[in-house]
């Protein structure tokens, strides 16, 4: 595959806080531990982002900066309001602003866009997108501005709950 795209929900949310605004509300502690679980699970598997792009969500952006601190991914993160309560198309907009260079682009978003997402990329199904869960699909394109629905391979899948700190040496 030329090019990669990893898409990543948001660590579970903390539904006990006083914000009432969802864009403002929280990673829950269960939402920390599985976003940092999943960033070292990428680095180990030789599979961290080149670029990586989040929601401007508290809980996205928490959940990629918890991911890349865990994982120590060196590459940039972008914080965009178009991944934010975004549609399958806005995404693929933000998609194919991509720079070519990037290989492995990560996205950091919300239910039910993911699911979604990867349907649509992948040319159909149903997906279930559990909080912290990734999806990587590859695409056979020079270019992103080449990716577009049904054109994409599902690669791989990963739930965190099917993962624990205990099964990888993360020294």
């Given amino acids: 595959m030329k090019k990669q795209l990893i898409l990543f929900r948001h660590g579970k949310s903390d539904w006990n806080t006083e914000t009432s605004a969802d864009h403002d509300r929280p990673v829950a502690k269960r939402g ?94 149903n997906i279930e997108f559990p909080t912290a869960a990734m999806a990587c699909i590859g695409f056979e394109i020079p270019c992103w501005t080449s990716a577009n629905f049904g054109s994409g391979t599902l690669q791989w899948f990963l739930r965190p709950k099917f993962f624990t700190e205990g099964d990888f040496d993360f020294a």
């Fill in 32 to 125: 920390v531990k599985a976003a940092k679980l999943m960033g070292r699970l990428l680095t180990l598997a030789h599979r961290a982002p080149d670029s990586v792009v989040t929601s401007s969500a508290i809980r996205a952006r928490t959940t990629v900066e918890l991911a890349a601190e865990a994982g120590n991914w060196t590459c940039p993160i972008r914080v965009t309001d178009d991944l934010y309560e975004a549609t399958p198309a806005k995404v693929l907009q933000v998609m194919h602003l991509e720079p070519d260079a990037t290989h492995t682009l990560l996205f950091s978003g919300h239910e039910p866009t993911w699911s979604e997402m990867t349907a649509r990329l992948i040319g159909g199904g």
